[in-house]
């Protein structure tokens, strides 16, 4: 037979020869949920560590889901949520659970647009599942059918994920995982498909069927074509948190759950608390397992995450009074490495898109892969900063200076609390946009935090850092949540642990009686005191507005939003200034009414004004809603934000006109009573600061950022 015939037959059927002539599957041919690789993803100061399990189409499992996933994921090259169909815990806490209820919200609106239907399952017990359903049948039944995108499953019924074995070992409060993964079959011996002389006629029968009739009755097995099969990988999953926890892990024997004739372990992944991993009885029961590769899944303050953000954080700051991010996480110390310099022992630290490699391939041997992680020094935005202020410079001159605006002679007797945004767009984060969050500070010593989407803390950790961050947090006066969905009240829970861990206090939540039981349900299972305020009460009862101002100086006035149920807006007053926010919300004379003669209005501007069907179909308002209920009110400056995702890049100010007191936030603006006339100034220079973003602006007007996914 010629080698030719063989060569076609063998790729045909998924074969690929090598340089040396020898004969190795393919990769893709691997099973549905046969493994490919583990990555980390997240594992920062802000973001808790996950690991993704894929397979060779990206298809896979995710362990462990904290706040701020979802958004990684996002911006990771090569990994989609859409391809995620599986998530368990490692145990129960906010910080390994908080990001599933957005990632079945992203799932469900894709399913929506490519008219699949593919439910995320979780496994969990009792009080994840509590968790969610909680979340998503209490606060998101109207909105997204969760019994047909998400699933709850017991852990205790987890044997198997596709063709992968799974042993669930409980400690206290945590889960071990051991995963048996498929064997790959061995390498077709070209010697022996020459010895058989099978007919070409046959020899695509027997790859496609696995065994063919010769003459004689002779049959031939595929199997009798390969080389002996490799041991199959096991992957271990191991979680301590506690000094008990770590005496009971180092009594469990992993290595008789392992065949040493047909499999191999190759991987152990220590998701334990950090101050555990450092204990000395710990090492001893990493030292145990030399010959295999460990991986500690902490906080990497070396791992540079979100890039897109980044480089356009430092064009901002450069020209406008945007928060220049945080930049020396990457300088703190870690007890950690040092357990890296085990000479016994192969330990690695993770690091956000580390991947290991379970399987060798035609490019990469079993192993660690460092592709895709990014590095220090890609965050150097030298240039790009250098290209903002010139073309800044430019605006500036060719603007005219000299006489004064309407903005500038409102700002006579004008004050305003500092406001920070730290979240601009709405539904769910993408690469450039986090969830509302909107943080005041006066030096009165009020502050507030105005919604709490999903990483509300993680945007304030990697603007001002870890420790600044808890301060902030800790004096907050309370957090107001305007409505149910999770873009606004996602990073709740979160706020409320860093506020009780910084001062022992529970948080001051004011919000919606519809989500009284869900705030009280996550009070119970994570242990963190509320001081829960029905806005509903607040709004109807005189006496408690005056107790509210009497504790925290300001006035509440609240009229109800037209959203979803039980939505509210806002206006808050000192004896110095008014702000009024709209929240989610369409045009609303109710909300002029409480606004009226406000300092500050930050209203949503969800669409365009081309779209206004489509702002009232969702109960959203367009650009020239918000800043034409800016007028009624009688404002003296309007912010827009709430931005659709079809504007990730830059906001809605195409074909808009714009008065000079409105301006579009972006993530991390913080405007002061000092700045923000140079504010409204800014929008006219955003397409000399970003170039290409304004051209796919003009391109593609209807652009939805969700079909690109």
Not at 154 to 171: F, M, Y
Not at 241 to 249: D, F, I, M, N, V
Not at 651 to 674: C, R, S, Y
């Given at each position: 037979?010629?080698?030719?015939?063989?060569?076609?037959?063998?790729?045909?059927?998924?074969?690929?020869?090598?340089?040396?002539?020898?004969?190795?599957?393919?990769?893709?041919?691997?099973?549905?949920?046969?493994?490919?690789?583990?990555?980390?993803?997240?594992?920062?100061?802000?973001?808790?560590?996950?690991?993704?399990?894929?397979?060779?189409?990206?298809?896979?499992?995710?362990?462990?889901?904290?706040?701020?996933?979802?958004?990684?994921i996002l911006e990771s090259p090569g990994l989609r949520i859409a391809n995620i169909t599986d998530i368990l815990a490692t145990r129960f806490e906010y910080n390994t659970v908080a990001s599933i209820p957005g990632i079945s919200l992203f799932r469900r609106d894709q399913q929506t647009v490519n008219a699949a239907h593919n439910p995320l399952t979780v496994w969990g017990t009792d009080s994840l599942n509590g968790f969610l359903r909680t979340t998503q049948l209490d606060c998101f039944a109207d909105e997204t059918g969760s019994d047909r995108h998400l699933v709850l499953k017991e852990l205790k019924n987890l044997t198997a994920l596709g063709e992968i074995t799974v042993k669930t070992v409980p400690l206290i409060t945590s889960h071990c995982y051991v995963f048996y993964l498929p064997q790959k079959p061995g390498n077709v011996n070209k010697k022996k498909?020459?010895?058989?002389?099978?007919?070409?006629?046959?020899?695509?029968?027997?790859?496609?069927?696995?065994?063919?009739?010769?003459?004689?009755?002779?049959?031939?097995?595929?199997?009798?074509?390969?080389?002996?099969?490799?041991?199959?990988?096991?992957?271990?999953?191991?979680?301590?948190?506690?000094?008990?926890?770590?005496?009971?892990?180092?009594?469990?024997?992993?290595?008789?759950?392992?065949?040493?004739?047909?499999?191999?372990?190759?991987?152990?992944?220590?998701?334990?608390?950090?101050?555990?991993?450092?204990?000395?009885?710990?090492?001893?029961?990493?030292?145990?397992?030399?010959?295999?590769?460990?991986?500690?899944?902490?906080?990497?303050?070396?791992?540079?995450?979100?890039?897109?953000?980044?480089?356009?954080?430092?064009?901002?700051?450069?020209?406008?009074?945007?928060?220049?991010?945080?930049?020396?996480?990457?300088?703190?110390?870690?007890?950690?490495?040092?357990?890296?310099?085990?000479?016994?022992?192969?330990?690695?630290?993770?690091?956000?898109?580390?991947?290991?490699?379970?399987?060798?391939?035609?490019?990469?041997?079993?192993?660690?892969?460092?592709?895709?992680?990014?590095?220090?020094?890609?965050?150097?935005?030298?240039?790009?900063?250098?290209?903002?202020?010139?073309?800044?410079?430019?605006?500036?001159?060719?603007?005219?200076?000299?006489?004064?605006?309407?903005?500038?002679?409102?700002?006579r007797g004008f004050f305003c609390p500092d406001m920070t945004f730290l979240g601009t767009t709405s539904t769910y984060s993408s690469t450039y946009r986090n969830v509302s969050g909107i943080f005041l500070e006066c030096k009165e010593g009020f502050s507030a935090l105005l919604d709490a989407g999903e990483m509300t803390v993680g945007q304030l950790i990697r603007l001002h850092g870890p420790e600044k961050a808890e301060e902030l947090i800790g004096k907050l006066n309370f957090l107001y949540i305007?409505?149910?969905?999770?873009?606004?009240?996602?990073?709740?829970?979160?706020?409320?642990?860093?506020?009780?861990?910084?001062?022992?206090?529970?948080?001051?939540?004011?919000?919606?009686?519809?989500?009284?039981?869900?705030?009280?349900?996550?009070?119970?299972?994570?242990?963190?005191?509320?001081?829960?305020?029905?806005?509903?009460?607040?709004?109807?009862?005189?006496?408690?507005?005056?107790?509210?101002?009497?504790?925290?100086?300001?006035?509440?006035?609240?009229?109800?939003?037209?959203?979803?149920?039980?939505?509210?807006?806002?206006?808050?007053?000192?004896?110095?200034?008014?702000?009024?926010?709209?929240?989610?919300?369409?045009?609303?004379?109710?909300?002029?009414?409480?606004?009226?003669?406000?300092?500050?209005?930050?209203?949503?501007?969800?669409?365009?004004?081309?779209?206004?069907?489509?702002?009232?179909?969702?109960?959203?308002?367009?650009?020239?809603?918000?800043?034409?209920?800016?007028?009624?009110?009688?404002?003296?400056?309007?912010?827009?934000?709430?931005?659709?995702?079809?504007?990730?890049?830059?906001?809605?100010?195409?074909?808009?006109?714009?008065?000079?007191?409105?301006?579009?936030?972006?993530?991390?603006?913080?405007?002061?009573?000092?700045?923000?006339?140079?504010?409204?100034?800014?929008?006219?220079?955003?397409?000399?600061?970003?170039?290409?973003?304004?051209?796919?602006?003009?391109?593609?007007?209807?652009?939805?950022?969700?079909?690109?996914?």
């Amino acid at each position: 037979m010629k080698l030719s015939t063989i060569r076609l037959a063998l790729r045909r059927f998924h074969y690929k020869i090598s340089r040396e002539g020898s004969f190795e599957p393919r990769t893709h041919s691997l099973a549905p949920m046969a493994v490919a690789a583990v990555q980390v993803v997240g594992g920062t100061p802000a973001i808790s560590p996950s690991l993704l399990f894929t397979d060779s189409k990206n298809k896979g499992f995710l362990i462990n889901a904290g706040e701020g996933i979802q958004r990684m994921i996002l911006e990771s090259p090569g990994l989609r949520i859409a391809n995620i169909t599986d998530i368990l815990a490692t145990r129960f806490e906010y910080n390994t659970v908080a990001s599933i209820p957005g990632i079945s919200l992203f799932r469900r609106d894709q399913q929506t647009v490519n008219a699949a239907h593919n439910p995320l399952t979780v496994w969990g017990t009792d009080s994840l599942n509590g968790f969610l359903r909680t979340t998503q049948l209490d606060c998101f039944a109207d909105e997204t059918g969760s019994d047909r995108h998400l699933v709850l499953k017991e852990l205790k019924n987890l044997t198997a994920l596709g063709e992968i074995t799974v042993k669930t070992v409980p400690l206290i409060t945590s889960h071990c995982y051991v995963f048996y993964l498929p064997q790959k079959p061995g390498n077709v011996n070209k010697k022996k498909l020459k010895e058989m002389k099978i007919p070409q006629k046959l020899l695509a029968t027997l790859f496609k069927t696995g065994s063919v009739e010769l003459g004689g009755g002779k049959v031939v097995n595929k199997s009798d074509l390969l080389d002996p099969s490799e041991p199959a990988p096991v992957l271990i999953v191991v979680d301590a948190q506690s000094e008990e926890e770590c005496k009971l892990l180092s009594k469990i024997d992993f290595n008789s759950m392992i065949d040493e004739s047909k499999q191999t372990l190759l991987l152990m992944v220590h998701f334990s608390d950090r101050d555990v991993v450092v204990k000395d009885d710990y090492k001893t029961f990493m030292n145990g397992f030399k010959d295999i590769d460990h991986l500690i899944m902490c906080k990497n303050p070396s791992s540079r995450i979100l890039f897109d953000c980044a480089q356009r954080n430092a064009i901002l700051s450069s020209v406008l009074p945007v928060e220049r991010l945080f930049g020396s996480l990457e300088d703190f110390s870690s007890d950690l490495t040092n357990l890296t310099k085990n000479p016994e022992t192969s330990i690695t630290l993770s690091e956000h898109l580390l991947k290991y490699n379970v399987y060798p391939t035609q490019k990469s041997a079993v192993g660690w892969q460092r592709n895709n992680v990014i590095l220090k020094k890609s965050f150097n935005f030298e240039a790009e900063e250098k290209s903002a202020k010139l073309a800044y410079n430019n605006f500036i001159l060719v603007s005219d200076q000299k006489s004064e605006t309407p903005s500038k002679k409102l700002r006579r007797g004008f004050f305003c609390p500092d406001m920070t945004f730290l979240g601009t767009t709405s539904t769910y984060s993408s690469t450039y946009r986090n969830v509302s969050g909107i943080f005041l500070e006066c030096k009165e010593g009020f502050s507030a935090l105005l919604d709490a989407g999903e990483m509300t803390v993680g945007q304030l950790i990697r603007l001002h850092g870890p420790e600044k961050a808890e301060e902030l947090i800790g004096k907050l006066n309370f957090l107001y949540i305007s409505h149910i969905h999770f873009d606004h009240c996602g990073g709740s829970m979160s706020v409320a642990e860093h506020y009780h861990k910084t001062n022992g206090k529970p948080l001051t939540v004011l919000c919606p009686i519809r989500m009284l039981p869900w705030f009280k349900y996550l009070s119970s299972v994570f242990k963190v005191p509320l001081n829960l305020v029905p806005l509903g009460k607040i709004h109807q009862d005189k006496s408690l507005k005056e107790e509210l101002y009497k504790e925290h100086g300001v006035m509440i006035e609240l009229c109800p939003a037209i959203h979803t149920r039980d939505s509210w807006s806002i206006a808050l007053k000192s004896d110095e200034w008014k702000v009024a926010y709209s929240g989610d919300t369409t045009p609303n004379s109710q909300f002029v009414e409480i606004g009226k003669d406000c300092d500050v209005l930050i209203h949503e501007a969800t669409h365009q004004s081309t779209l206004s069907e489509d702002a009232a179909k969702k109960r959203h308002s367009t650009v020239a809603q918000a800043i034409e209920i800016g007028e009624q009110m009688n404002a003296r400056y309007t912010v827009l934000t709430h931005f659709s995702l079809r504007y990730q890049k830059l906001p809605p100010f195409l074909d808009e006109t714009v008065p000079d007191n409105v301006m579009f936030a972006h993530d991390f603006m913080k405007i002061t009573k000092g700045n923000i006339d140079t504010w409204c100034q800014a929008t006219g220079a955003l397409p000399l600061l970003f170039p290409a973003h304004y051209n796919d602006l003009k391109k593609q007007p209807y652009y939805k950022y969700k079909n690109k996914l």
